[in-house]
Antibody, heavy 122, light 107 residues
Framework: EVQLVESGGGLVQPGGSLRLSCAASGFTVGGNYMSWVRQAPGKGLEWVSL???????DYADSVKGRFTISRDISKNTLSLQMNSLRPEDTAVYYCARGYCSGGSCYLGLDIWGQGTMVTVSS | DIQMTQSPSSLSASVGDRVTITCRASQSISIYLNWYQQKPGKAPNLLIY???SLHSGVPSRFSGSGSGTDFTLTISSLQPEDFATYYCQQSYSIPWTFGQGTKVDIK
């Protein structure tokens, strides 16, 4: 079965760090582009970060320099290292697989994890 | 950054109604426009990619159209399981951006 399972969320104080993990099954993270998307309580979706199949990365301005996306091909996992956390980073974090069809990519996100909650508060 | 504006923000409809949601981009995004459905407490589901292509397993009552800056999601006959929030998203350029969402609830 193709699925993603996130872990690592929790309560952290402002300025602290947290590392989210996303375990993939049924496909390889190295063969796809992968993304993190977050959703603050009661709010809409916000794109956070992307890692391309070649390993390059991109970030939203709101997290650039604080968050790092990475992948472990041997473990088939995606990670998001979050440093210098702020209260406005409080959200459910989803990992998701990028969709490709007919040789074209960047066609949205077709497989999503269940999400993991990150709360930044003192 | 490309701004995505959905309208309406919410709507009330009855089972069997035809529902149309629009999404406007602040600049041309060709056909790099995707639609998602999200139910409370759940992850989003991809409905439509590349503006008008139906994702695998999505009922044919869902359809998408448009190109450039103006896009539409249509549900031809609303079903009970379609009451949810719908988001558009552009994948034309980084940073990817989402519309603010359209909540469809029961009239």
């Amino acid at each position: 079965e193709v699925q993603l399972v996130e872990s690592g969320g929790g309560l952290v104080q402002p300025g602290g760090s947290l590392r989210l993990s996303c375990a993939a099954s049924g496909f390889t993270v190295g063969g796809n582009y992968m993304s993190w998307v977050r959703q603050a309580p009661g709010k809409g979706l916000e794109w956070v970060s992307l890692i391309y199949s070649g390993g390059n990365t991109d970030y939203a301005d709101s997290v650039k320099g604080r968050f790092t996306i990475s992948r472990d091909i041997s473990k088939n996992t995606l990670s998001l290292q979050m440093n210098s956390l702020r209260p406005e980073d409080t959200a459910v974090y989803y990992c998701a697989r990028g969709y490709c069809s007919g040789g074209s990519c960047y066609l949205g996100l077709d497989i999503w994890g269940q999400g993991t909650m990150v709360t930044v508060s003192s | 950054d490309i701004q995505m504006t959905q309208s309406p923000s919410s709507l009330s409809a009855s089972v069997g109604d035809r529902v149309t949601i629009t999404c406007r981009a602040s600049q041309s995004i060709s056909i790099y426009l995707n639609w998602y459905q999200q139910k409370p407490g759940k992850a989003p589901n991809l409905l439509i990619y590349a503006a008008s292509s139906l994702h695998s397993g999505v009922p044919s009552r869902f359809s998408g159209s448009g190109s450039g800056t103006d896009f539409t999601l249509t549900i031809s006959s609303l079903q009970p399981e379609d009451f949810a929030t719908y988001y558009c998203q552009q994948s034309y350029s980084i940073p990817w951006t989402f519309g603010q969402g359209t909540k469809v609830d029961i009239k």
